[in-house]
């Protein structure tokens, strides 16, 4: 099965401090995303990224948040100022668009 | 958005019972994946399966996309199977965005 990888598998920082979570999707995939898994709850959509810009972000995307492909294979999601409600398991996807998605094995992040 | 209902919320079995799991949902799909969720919480997928029915070892999964739902398969559980099952639907008139259930928690006993 096609792999996707994520690190760090583990991040501890403290409030305030700007975290950056990578990713390294599939090379053929073009549809790129970031989810997040609040603890005992369930995953939530971040954004979808294709074509070297953000096609879609929900409501949780606001101004802290950022992504790019700055090398064209890592895919990057970035935290400017994080939050105690920010710790969770983030997880990056790839896939074809609107078809199957493959997910990493996720960066659990907690924020003290 | 999108409304995804997974029941049961939580099921517990002895090793070696069958069990089913359902997903059902408020529009229509484009896409329709269940994930195992492991401890160490990786999410593996189960199925891609947008309609019809699919097989992999003990574990099935057929989606009625006219009627709305899915249904997950178990059979002759292992401890293994622990976890929690999502289900998670793609409503295709955006790029691939999934939305998730709340998942079903399963616990095997020996």
């Known amino acids: 099965e096609p792999e996707v990888t994520q690190t760090p598998s583990h991040q501890v920082t403290q409030m305030g401090q700007e975290v950056i979570l990578r990713c390294v999707p599939i090379?053929?995939?073009?549809?790129f995303y970031w989810y997040r898994q609040i603890l005992g709850q369930k995953v939530e959509f971040l954004v979808s990224f294709y074509n070297n810009e953000i096609s879609e972000k929900s409501e949780i995307f606001d101004d802290q948040f950022s992504v790019e492909r700055p090398d064209g294979s890592n895919f990057t999601l970035k935290i400017r100022s994080t939050k105690l409600e920010d710790s969770a398991m983030y997880f990056c996807?790839?896939?074809?668009?609107?078809?199957?998605?493959?997910f990493g094995p996720g960066t659990r992040l907690t924020v003290t | 958005g999108i409304q995804v209902e997974q029941s049961p919320p939580d099921l517990i079995l002895q090793e070696g019972a069958n069990s089913t799991l359902r997903c059902n949902f408020s529009d229509s799909v484009n896409n329709l994946q269940w994930f195992h969720q492991n401890p160490w919480g990786q999410l593996i997928n189960l199925f891609y399966i947008p309609s019809g029915t699919k097989q992999n070892g003990r574990l099935s999964a057929t989606t009625v996309a006219t009627e709305r739902y899915s249904l997950l398969y178990i059979s002759s559980s292992q401890t293994t199977d622990s976890g929690v099952y999502f289900c998670a639907v793609d409503r295709g008139s955006t790029l691939g965005r999934l939305y998730f259930g709340r998942g079903t928690q399963l616990t095997v006993w020996p």
């Open positions: 996807a790839a896939g074809t668009g609107g078809y199957e998605q493959y």
């Open positions: 090379s053929n995939h073009l549809y």
